[in-house]
Each structure stands twice: as structure tokens, then as C-alpha cells.
């Protein structure tokens, strides 16, 4: 029988680490999930499978404690999801967003290079990183012009990933993802932001939602797919770096006229611009070009843009009903 592979998720309790958590169960790996200490139990995203994995303290701004839990369990593969994700909050904690989103995988990659050199290493690059875009659409070759401390940040962790690779030859690899929602988004984003408002309204427990740029155009795709793309990254002979999104972009305004329209309501009636939500520099339009890893890893996103509101809008109906 081939021996169970063990894979350390940093960034478990998180949106896609609960996703790809379930994946990699699925396909019988022994899960380390790395976390960082909380006055509260973090546990909502992965209640369900929380007693099916191992929990590891550790904290991407502090190399001991990541140092120790590398050196201990010597994974077979290492994704690294954590990272101060909110784009907005960058700008009030650049530093903040600087140690983990970028110095924090340096931390995590000097941990594998000294304790497990032959794991195999996935860091979640953004498509922030091309900020103000220099090509539509933009694929693994299109320059970097990131628009916040956030995008700054994720552009460090990008290339210190492929100097990793290149200066010590580790299999480390970077998915350069666009947006991805699911019913487990943060609530602060602007799909979640929009299909909870949604249900609020359609509840009678709200009666209007406050928006920042409606013009701003996503690439937007289900979180579910893309983890099984991280996953292939790590499965192939050699390493490299892929851009996972769907080609297919909307507008917030669509977002918008979507999710009401999920309940037979008109988002005029309810949406207000407020100033408070727009961004010290936007990032205008972002379009992803998959062909590279349809191409080389088969995947392709399964859920389109409709479904993924939808599903979302119905699950924060169901959520909000059950109190
Ligand atoms: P989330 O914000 O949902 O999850 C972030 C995770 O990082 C949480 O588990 C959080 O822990 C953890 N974390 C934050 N700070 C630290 C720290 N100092 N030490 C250890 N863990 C920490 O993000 P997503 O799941 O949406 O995204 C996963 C990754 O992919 C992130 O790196 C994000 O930047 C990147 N990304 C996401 C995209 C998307 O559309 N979702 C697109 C492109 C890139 P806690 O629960 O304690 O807060
Ligand atoms: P983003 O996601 O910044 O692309 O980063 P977010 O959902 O926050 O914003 C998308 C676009 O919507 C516009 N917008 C609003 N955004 C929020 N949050 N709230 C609002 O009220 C609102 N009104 C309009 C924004 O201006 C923006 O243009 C996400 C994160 O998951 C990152 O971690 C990840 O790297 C990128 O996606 C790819």
C-alpha cells in the first residue's frame, strides 16, 4: 500500500484552507493545520472535519514556531495560504501586511529548505500583483504593477518563491490566483458582501446595502475549483507557475443586479454608493488568461459566475433563516 502523504496547510481555518483541506482528505493525505493563536475558538470553516486533522500553533511572523512544526512533521507537500488577504486593511497595516504577506514566506520556505527540502511547496500568489494591468488578459508573463501594500507584498512573495527554486532547486511553486468565492467567503468581500446584504434585505433584517466602486470588473470563480488546481501544481515532474482564473469577467453592478435578482428584487432600490468603501488607488479590471494550466495541469473552473451567486445567496438565506 502506498504510504499516506502528509500535507501542512498554513492558513486552514481561512477560506480556501478549508476547501482544500477536503480535498486532500478526499484523497487520503494526513492533514498538519497550522494556526495562529485567538482568544476564540477559529474553527467555524472546518467544524466538520476539525477532529480529522492535526492542529499546529504557529504564527507566519514568527520562524521558531514555524521552524518547529516544519522540522516536526517534515511534510510531503507545504501550501502556504495564510497572509493578511483583505486589500483594504493593507493600507491601514502595511507593516503588518509586509511581515506576513511577504516576509512570512521567506519564513516558510527557509523552514522547508532547512528541515524538509524534498517537500513540495505552493505559495498563493494574487492577481493584485497586476494591480493597474498592463495587458488584457493578463497571463504568467504579463508585468506586475500592484495597487496596495497587499499587492506589494504578494509581488515578494512571488519572486522570493521562484528564488527559492532557483537558488536552492526546491519544488516551489506560485498559482497566480484571481478572485475565488464560495458560501465560506469573509464577510468584508465584495461577493459575500453583497449576497449576505442580499438575503438581509430580502429577510426584512436590513434595508440597504452600502457599496464602494460599482465600476470595478472581477474575474470571479468558485474556491472549490481552484484548490484542486493548487493540488495539481504540486503533482506535476517539474515545478512552475500557473494563472488560475475563469477569462470571464463582470462588474460589481452585475454582481449586484445577480444576487438581487436570485430573490426577484431590483438592487436599485436598495444600493447606496458610500465613499468609505472606495480605495486609495483601484484596481480597475482584472481578467485572467487560463490556458496555461488547461493546457499542462487539464483543469479547468467547473462553476460559473451565476451558479457561484446563486449558491452563494442561497446559503446566507438558509444561514440567516436558522438564526
Ligand atoms: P482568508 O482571509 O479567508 O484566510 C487567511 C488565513 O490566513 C486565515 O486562516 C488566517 O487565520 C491566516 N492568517 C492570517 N495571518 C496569519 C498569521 N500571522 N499567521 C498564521 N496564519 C495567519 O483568505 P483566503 O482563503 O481567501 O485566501 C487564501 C490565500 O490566497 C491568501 O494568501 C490570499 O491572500 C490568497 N489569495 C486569495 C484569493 C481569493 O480570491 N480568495 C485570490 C488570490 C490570492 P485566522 O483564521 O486566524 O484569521
Ligand atoms: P479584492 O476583493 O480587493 O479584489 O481582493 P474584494 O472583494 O474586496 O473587492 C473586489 C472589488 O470590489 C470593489 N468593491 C468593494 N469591495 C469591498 N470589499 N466592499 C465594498 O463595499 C465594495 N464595493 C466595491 C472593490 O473596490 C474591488 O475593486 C480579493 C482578496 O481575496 C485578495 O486576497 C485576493 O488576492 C484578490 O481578491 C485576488
Same mark, same amino acid.
Given at each position: 500500500?502506498?504510504?499516506?502523504?502528509?500535507?501542512?496547510?498554513?492558513?486552514?481555518?481561512?477560506?480556501?484552507?478549508?476547501?482544500?483541506?477536503?480535498?486532500?482528505?478526499?484523497?487520503?493525505?494526513?492533514?498538519?493545520?497550522?494556526? #495562529? *493563536?485567538?482568544?476564540?475558538?477559529?474553527?467555524?470553516?472546518?467544524?466538520?472535519?476539525?477532529? +480529522? =486533522?492535526?492542529?499546529?500553533? !504557529? /504564527?507566519?511572523?514568527?520562524?521558531?514556531?514555524?521552524?518547529d512544526i516544519v522540522s516536526s512533521v517534515k511534510p510531503d507537500e507545504i501550501y502556504n495560504l495564510a497572509a493578511q488577504s483583505f486589500v483594504p486593511t493593507s493600507w491601514n497595516q502595511p507593516l503588518l501586511t509586509g511581515e506576513v504577506t511577504a516576509l512570512g514566506v521567506t519564513r516558510l520556505l527557509n523552514a522547508m529548505?532547512?528541515?524538509?527540502?524534498?517537500?513540495?511547496?505552493?505559495?498563493?500568489?494574487?492577481?493584485?500583483?497586476?494591480?493597474?494591468?498592463?495587458?488584457?488578459?493578463?497571463?504568467?508573463?504579463?508585468?506586475?504593477?500592484?495597487?496596495?501594500?497587499?499587492?506589494?507584498?504578494?509581488?515578494?512573495?512571488?519572486?522570493?518563491?521562484?528564488?527559492?527554486?532557483?537558488?536552492?532547486?526546491?519544488?516551489?511553486?506560485?498559482?497566480?490566483?484571481?478572485?475565488?468565492?464560495?458560501? #465560506? *467567503?469573509?464577510?468584508?468581500?465584495?461577493?459575500?458582501?453583497?449576497?449576505?446584504?442580499?438575503? +438581509? =434585505?430580502?429577510?426584512?433584517? !436590513? /434595508?440597504?446595502?452600502?457599496?464602494?466602486?460599482?465600476?470595478?470588473?472581477?474575474?470571479?470563480?468558485?474556491?472549490?475549483?481552484?484548490?484542486?488546481?493548487?493540488?495539481?501544481?504540486?503533482?506535476?515532474?517539474?515545478?512552475?507557475?500557473?494563472?488560475?482564473?475563469?477569462?470571464?469577467?463582470?462588474?460589481?453592478?452585475?454582481?449586484?443586479?445577480?444576487?438581487?435578482?436570485?430573490?426577484?428584487?431590483?438592487?436599485?432600490?436598495?444600493?447606496?454608493?458610500?465613499?468609505?468603501?472606495?480605495?486609495?488607488?483601484?484596481?480597475?479590471?482584472?481578467?485572467?488568461?487560463?490556458?496555461?494550466?488547461?493546457?499542462?495541469?487539464?483543469?479547468?473552473?467547473?462553476?460559473?459566475?451565476?451558479?457561484?451567486?446563486?449558491?452563494?445567496?442561497?446559503?446566507?438565506?438558509?444561514?440567516?433563516?436558522?438564526?
Open positions: 500500500m502506498a504510504k499516506q502523504r502528509k500535507a501542512l496547510i498554513t492558513g486552514i481555518t481561512g477560506q480556501d484552507g478549508s476547501y482544500l483541506c477536503e480535498l486532500l482528505l478526499s484523497k487520503n493525505y494526513e492533514i498538519y493545520g497550522m494556526v #495562529r *493563536r485567538a482568544s476564540h475558538v477559529p474553527f467555524e470553516r472546518i467544524k466538520g472535519i476539525v477532529d +480529522r =486533522i492535526h492542529i499546529l500553533d !504557529a /504564527d507566519l511572523t514568527d520562524q521558531t514556531s514555524i521552524d529548505r532547512r528541515h524538509a527540502p524534498k517537500s513540495r511547496f505552493y505559495q498563493a500568489s494574487s492577481s493584485e500583483m497586476f494591480g493597474k494591468v498592463l495587458e488584457v488578459p493578463q497571463k504568467e508573463t504579463t508585468p506586475f504593477y500592484p495597487r496596495s501594500p497587499y499587492g506589494v507584498s504578494k509581488v515578494y512573495g512571488h519572486y522570493i518563491t521562484i528564488n527559492y527554486r532557483e537558488s536552492y532547486g526546491l519544488y516551489a511553486v506560485s498559482g497566480i490566483c484571481f478572485n475565488h468565492e464560495s458560501p #465560506r *467567503r469573509g464577510l468584508e468581500f465584495v461577493t459575500r458582501k453583497v449576497t449576505h446584504g442580499t438575503a +438581509r =434585505i430580502k429577510l426584512g433584517l !436590513a /434595508d440597504e446595502l452600502p457599496m464602494g466602486n460599482l465600476k470595478a470588473k472581477r474575474d470571479w470563480g468558485f474556491a472549490g475549483d481552484y484548490v484542486e488546481a493548487m493540488w495539481l501544481m504540486l503533482q506535476q515532474k517539474e515545478p512552475d507557475d500557473y494563472v488560475l482564473a475563469t477569462g470571464e469577467i463582470h462588474t460589481v453592478e452585475e454582481l449586484l443586479k445577480t444576487s438581487f435578482a436570485a430573490v426577484d428584487l431590483d438592487w436599485r432600490k436598495y444600493v447606496r454608493v458610500d465613499k468609505r468603501f472606495l480605495r486609495p488607488a483601484e484596481v480597475d479590471l482584472l481578467c485572467g488568461d487560463p490556458t496555461k494550466a488547461k493546457r499542462k495541469l487539464g483543469w479547468k473552473p467547473k462553476v460559473n459566475f451565476k451558479q457561484l451567486i446563486d449558491m452563494m445567496v442561497e446559503s446566507d438565506l438558509e444561514q440567516l433563516r436558522k438564526g
